[in-house]
């Protein structure tokens, strides 16, 4: 199942990288602002996961109207949040069907969190392995964007992607995936990781500057401003978590 998460940044990924990667996906969720993304770009989202505080009451209202539900009459799902105990929130009342869940504003867990939670409970009661991808996630507030990398480095066993206008990135991990093999069209472009854990190692080939086992630790600037010489150019991650990003 490869299913995009569409997030709330307040500064979207442009229309038409919004659609292209809907197109390529099994299932789009809207995360909370993300579905005003979805709805700019002609996208209409299988499901919505939020507590619906920066999404526009118009959107909430066309997308509770796909249900054929008023805004108004959708029920609230319950939410146990992460503690030190449990990293992963519990998610009560979710149907494989999809549709619009709402959360209450006063949660420990953020939107994009609960979206990943909701795709793995999904995923799982269809049987099925998951990929994920997200866009617009990574522009307008830094607190936000760095707790989306919290985000995506707590679900690193996923490999999940983080692509934008400017860049993608994947999370690199020995739980999920540990290489990424840049590619032809990638000769010329720059390239920088950060490690998202302490202790993380990594090597890197085809590249002006390459690298055999290098420890680094999180969000140390080590990894910054490379560039990609060969087709064949990969970054792995031997152990810990790495974003890694191609810019375009």
């Excluded at 998460?5 to 909370?32: I, R």
């Excluded at 949660?107 to 939670?117: G, I, Q, V």
């Excluded at 480095?153 to 994947?170: G, H, I, K, Q, S």
């Excluded at 010329?188 to 085809?206: M, Q």
Aim: glycine share 8%; with cysteine.
């Amino acid at each position: 199942m490869r299913v995009l998460l569409v997030a709330g940044s307040p500064e979207p990924s442009s229309p038409a990288l919004v659609s292209a990667l809907a197109a390529a996906a099994d299932s789009v969720t809207a995360v909370d602002r993300g579905a005003d993304a979805c709805r700019a770009a002609g996208v209409v989202p299988d499901s919505f996961c939020g507590d619906a505080d920066t999404v526009s009451p118009e959107t909430l209202a066309w997308l509770c109207g796909r249900e054929g539900e008023q805004a108004s009459d959708v029920a609230r799902l319950d939410v146990t949040p992460a503690d030190d105990v449990r990293d992963v929130p519990e998610i009560h009342g979710i149907a494989a069907a999809g549709g619009v869940r709402l959360f209450p504003p006063a949660k420990y867990d953020t939107d994009l969190s609960l979206a990943f939670s909701c795709c793995r409970q999904l995923a799982a009661e269809a049987g099925e392995g998951l990929e994920v991808s997200v866009t617009c996630a990574s522009a307008g507030r830094m607190d936000h964007a760095l707790a989306v990398f919290g985000v995506l480095a707590a679900n690193a066993d996923l490999a999940p992607a983080l692509v934008e206008d400017a860049f993608e990135c994947r999370v690199l991990s020995p739980r999920g995936r540990d290489a990424w093999e840049l590619g032809a069209d990638a000769v010329g472009r720059h390239f920088s990781f950060v490690a998202l854990a302490d202790g993380t190692l990594v090597s890197e080939r085809g590249m002006r500057w390459e690298l055999e086992r290098f420890r680094v630790d999180a969000l140390r600037d080590r990894g910054i401003s490379n560039v990609v010489d060969a087709p064949d150019a990969t970054v792995t991650c031997h152990a810990g978590i790495l974003a890694a990003f191609l810019m375009r």
